[in-house]
């Protein structure tokens, strides 16, 4: 026998790569006694991920085998590098919390949730094992927090957790173990953070039942000494929609600094729930003081029928509403719409969305009205429109409503006024009916894309263009242009086989 086929098994099983090592602790974890648990880890030697075999032991296995670990060197600290996570898969969790009864799936569980071992696991002879009953989890996080400091153990960070999922019990264990926040999950919960340090705590509020969610930021709370927390637009998405609830909603006022809110979503959102308390608080604020947001959020309760809160509705504006002032503002208002003038700034407004740029004039940006025949104007109050921006009559641009952009598809014909200088890129891409624009004299840019995928037939360019955009009349195949002799226009149709006349021939 050779003397490499000699060797010890010890000194065989020194030799395993890094993942070979932790695969052979996991399953020493899993399924040996705590005798040979320490008999594998003084054989294999240091591991330098041993945290998931630690979690498997704490959730499974009980005290005796975590202490086999600990005593051998695991720990559930973990190294964030590039290297762990492409040969285990693993952000470096805190595997501490299948202490927990139970835990929502999010990016500190990302091992757990992967490999689908916190409900249930199975031993190698197919023996199926559940977690371990709460007493004895307790006795682990007891034994934890009096020896756990060489295995990374923070009794501060499972106190966290354990609060934020409404562990109850392990709450209590915990704090009789003498546990408290540590200053950087204090100044997490506090301070204006990173969104990757906020990525779980925001995950966590998300994940939070509503039912659960006042007594658990209270309790948040009460442990940073009624230091408020604080609040991002992040943290608000994730809560918004529990705050439906009244005791939630007065929650949220009281323990975030610098609230966002968005009334109307929660209105509708208590509408949606059927939840007439919050509104009586939104009353409470003045939310429902403007009768356009009262008779709005009546209309969204009958669509919804949602009974109870459709009734305190009505009942809110038979207690509260002045009637016959009501009739005659909204008389005055129709009055003042019927007498407006077709061209004024307040009816244009309706029709186009447009921007003031630096010199004065406007750029048109959008396309509002009803009409398949388009007149552009060529003033909006005292200022000139002097541009057709960016995608403005586009049925694909980002922003177009649905409704908008099915019109946007029919429009059959623009007229330009001539004080319009620009026509931007993709102005009026995607108008398949289009069949007539005119380009007035003064245009001297036409962007790239700005009449693709249209149904042109004829379009004549002036002499005052100086730059045509690539694939600016793409895909109009029925299309001839109109150039002057001898111009930029030419040049660019000979360029691109765009067919053309030229004028005056």
């Given amino acids: 026998m050779s003397a490499k086929q000699d060797r010890s098994m010890s000194d065989m099983l020194k030799e395993l790569t890094p993942a070979e090592k932790v695969a052979e602790l996991d399953y020493a974890a899993l399924n040996l006694s705590p005798e040979e648990i320490a008999e594998t880890y003084s054989r294999i030697g240091c591991v330098e991920y041993s945290a998931r075999a630690l979690g498997i032991a704490c959730r499974f296995r009980g005290v005796e085998c975590v202490r086999a670990l600990v005593e051998g060197g695991a720990s559930f600290e973990t190294p964030f590098t590039n290297y762990m996570i492409q040969t285990y898969g693993s952000y470096g969790d805190d595997l501490a919390v299948m202490l927990l009864d139970n835990f929502p799936d999010s990016r500190v569980t990302y091992f757990v949730v992967t490999h689908q071992i916190y409900g249930s696991v199975k031993k190698a002879d197919g023996t199926e094992l559940l977690p371990l009953p709460f007493e004895e989890r307790a006795e ?10 060489s295995a990374a153990f923070d009794a501060g960070e499972l106190l966290f ?25 204090r100044r997490l919960l506090t301070e204006k953070g990173k969104p990757k340090d906020l990525c779980v705590w925001t995950c966590l509020l998300e994940r939070l039942s509503a039912e659960k969610f006042a007594g658990v930021l209270t309790r948040l709370s009460g442990e940073l000494g009624g230091e408020k927390l604080h609040c991002t637009s992040g943290i608000y998405a994730a809560i918004s929609d529990k705050l439906y609830r009244p005791e939630n909603l007065k929650c949220y006022l009281e323990i975030f600094d610098d609230p966002k809110l968005k009334k109307t979503d929660i209105m509708k959102s208590a509408i949606d729930n059927d939840a007439p308390e919050c509104l009586a608080f939104a009353e409470r604020d003045g939310w429902l003081s403007s009768p ?57 407004k309706k029709i186009w969305s447009y921007k003031k740029r630096d010199d004065g004039t406007l750029i048109i940006n959008g396309y509002k009205g009803n009409r398949t025949s388009i007149t552009v104007p060529a003033r909006i109050g005292k200022s000139a429109v002097m541009a057709i921006g960016y995608g403005a009559f586009s049925p694909f641009r980002n922003g177009v409503i649905v409704k908008n952009g099915a019109l946007l598809k029919t429009i059959t014909e623009v007229t330009l006024p001539d004080s319009i200088t620009e026509i931007g890129e993709r102005a009026f891409c995607d108008c398949y009916a289009l069949r007539s624009v005119n380009i007035p004299n003064g245009v001297s840019v036409i962007g790239s894309c700005a009449f693709a995928n249209t149904a042109l037939e004829k379009i004549v360019l002036p002499h005052t263009l100086t730059y045509i955009g690539d694939r600016a009349f793409s895909n109009a195949d029925k299309l001839t242009v109109i150039v002057p002799r001898g111009s930029y226009a030419e040049e660019y149709c000979k360029k691109y086989n765009i067919p053309c006349d030229l004028k005056g021939d």
Avoid at 166 to 176: F, N, Q, S
Wanted: glycine fraction near 4%; charged fraction near 40%; include cysteine.
């Fill in 161 to 185: 957790y354990s609060i934020a999922v409404g562990d109850e019990r392990m709450t209590a264990v915990l704090k009789e173990q003498g546990a408290e926040f540590s200053e950087y999950r």
């Fill in 292 to 348: 356009k947001k009262r008779d709005e959020m009546i209309q969204y309760a009958a669509e919804r029928k949602s009974a109870e809160c459709a009734a305190w509705l009505m009942d809110f504006k038979n207690r509260t509403a002045d009637i016959a002032a009501e009739r005659a503002k909204n008389e005055k208002k129709r009055e003042r719409e019927l007498n407006a003038s077709p061209d004024s700034v307040s009816e244009l």
């Fill in 140 to 149: 682990t996080a007891r034994y934890l927090c009096e020896n756990g400091q």
